[in-house]
Nanobody, 119 residues
Framework: QVQLVESGGGLVQAGGSLRLSCAAS????????MGWFRQAPGKEREFVAR????????VYADSAKGRFTCSRDKSKNTVYLQMNSLKPEDTAVYYC????????????WGQGTQVTVSS
């Protein structure tokens, strides 16, 4: 059974940094893409970043470019989202997700971790 467990959220002042972690278990993820999404109160869930597990290729939403960095540690089966220069509008529940390569929906989701950025 696939499990994705996020951690690292919290309260931070604007301009600060947080690093989110997503521990993955239950299968081999070598052919998977790991994504980060977020959902703010009253808003739809939105894409933040993704990384291919095997090659480490990353893609970022415009809102994340230059501030967020997605990485993975194969030895720990963990994906990270380093978030710098945080803004109040980054406040949301952040979710980790996984899907196979190519077109298709994300099949597996974590429970989410709250990030709150105060002004």
């Amino acid at each position: 059974q696939v499990q994705l467990v996020e951690s690292g959220g919290g309260l931070v002042q604007a301009g600060g940094s947080l690093r989110l972690s997503c521990a993955a278990s239950g299968r081999t993820f070598s052919s998977y893409v790991m994504g980060w999404f977020r959902q703010a109160p009253g808003k739809e869930r939105e894409f933040v970043a993704r990384i291919s597990w095997s090659g480490g290729t990353t893609v970022y939403a415009d809102s994340a470019k230059g501030r967020f960095t997605c990485s993975r540690d194969k030895s720990k089966n963990t994906v990270y989202l380093q978030m710098n220069s945080l803004k109040p509008e980054d406040t949301a529940v952040y979710y980790c997700a996984a899907k196979g390569l190519g077109v298709g929906p994300y099949d597996y989701w974590g429970q989410g971790t709250q990030v709150t950025v105060s002004s």
